[in-house]
């Protein structure tokens, strides 16, 4: 089995910042792409920012300039930094990662989501 667990949600005001983590535990060989998603009230969820094995990252239009995404592969982490937060950002945000596991091949995992609230 593989876990993702998130931390660090809150609720901040506009113009702050959070940092969420995000780290991969269980049984598995290697983690291609991570990332992280976000679902607002009423709203389909949409990828906020992805990190290859590689390191290239993808961000979404919204956050580019204020988030940064970055992973530590030794550590199997992922870790969103946001600045100057937004109400529009507020919603549950939710980590990713594409995880090898033997006999299983890769899979698309899901953490439990984790809220963020921003308050203007």
């Known amino acids: 089995q593989v876990q993702l667990v998130e931390s660090g949600g809150g609720l901040v005001q506009a113009g702050g910042s959070l940092t969420l983590s995000c780290a991969a535990s269980g049984s598995f060989f290697s983690i291609r792409a991570m990332g992280w998603y976000r679902q607002a009230p009423g709203a389909q969820r949409e990828l906020v920012a992805r990190i290859g094995g590689d390191g290239l990252t993808t961000l979404a239009d919204s956050v580019k300039g204020r988030f940064t995404i970055s992973r530590d592969n030794a550590k199997n982490t992922v870790t969103l930094q946001m600045n100057s937060l937004k109400p529009e950002d507020t919603a549950v945000y939710y980590c990713?990662?594409?995880?090898?596991?033997?006999?299983?091949?890769?899979?698309?995992?899901w953490g439990q989501g984790t809220q963020v609230t921003v308050s203007s």
């Open positions: 990713n990662a594409d995880v090898g596991r033997h006999f299983f091949g890769f899979s698309d995992y």
